[in-house]
């Protein structure tokens, strides 16, 4: 097995934020390579304990080979099923969190997985391949007004209309079973606009859809308060604006309780620096919350 790193994003400032006791338990909710998770153990205690939680089984592995640590331990499920690893852990709730949404580099630049336009490779987009539906199953068994719909939703893109009846027109052909094949359709229809690829946006609204991401967001929040003890912080690290605006009302939402309170009023983001070394930084938001009681 080949190893990949991911360069953790904020990773300085998350630690600072987050880790406010030293021998704590902490929750790498979405531990991917464990470029987080391997800069927190590096500043806990020998006590400390990192779970960390991954939808995608190579990237756990791969963690865990990236860190070997035994104080790291890691599952492959939802960040969501948090509540049930700590039943199972015996952990009463976490002295902070972090969730680091969306997918890695490593995921996209791994053909084989189908989340990059540019790479030829099946047309899969799911974190977890053993569960739910593929890109592919979207793209040639969902009526066009559906595709439409996940489109404008998850995509806001402007040419969801013409694309959704291209696909359409273009399956009853010939099955669209691969990146290439979808990008190519979207390519002849869709003008390139400034730096930004014509397929962004559909690859974008299908990744969301699969994995059922913003459904999964708007959950996250409401787990918070069975998680963290008080005086716990929850980080969150968002890449597009449609997470970025759940996460926001989300947060006002736990503020407006009075049990909550927000770490940062404005939301930070990655220095000039940062997005100079590592790309995928440059559109990374970052928003804290921490349980007052
Ligand atoms: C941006 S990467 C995390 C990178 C990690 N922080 C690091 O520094 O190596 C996001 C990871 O979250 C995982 N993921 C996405 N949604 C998830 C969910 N609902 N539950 C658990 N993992 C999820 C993806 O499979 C991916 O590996």
Known sequence: MSVWRHEPILAERIADELLLNNDGVYLDATLGL???????????????????????????????????????????????????????????????????????????????RGFSFLREGPLDMRFNNNEGISAADIINEWPADKIEEILLKYGEELYANKIALAVYGARRARKIKTTRQLAEIIEKICPHAGKIHPSTKTFQALRIAVNNELAEVELLARMLPKILLPKARAAVLTFHSLEDRIIKRAFKELVSSDDWRLVNKKVIEPSREEIISNHRARSAKLRIIERKI
């Open 34 to 112: 464990g470029g987080h998770s391997g800069f927190f153990l590096k500043r806990l205690s020998a006590a400390a304990r990192v779970i960390g939680l991954d939808k995608d089984v190579s990237a756990v592995n791969m963690a865990l080979k990236n860190i070997s640590d035994a104080r790291l331990t890691a599952f492959v499920c939802s960040y969501l099923e948090a509540p049930k690893i700590m039943e199972r852990l015996n952990i009463s709730s976490f002295d902070g969190a972090v969730f680091d949404l969306g997918l890695s580099s490593y995921q996209l630049d791994d053909a084989s």
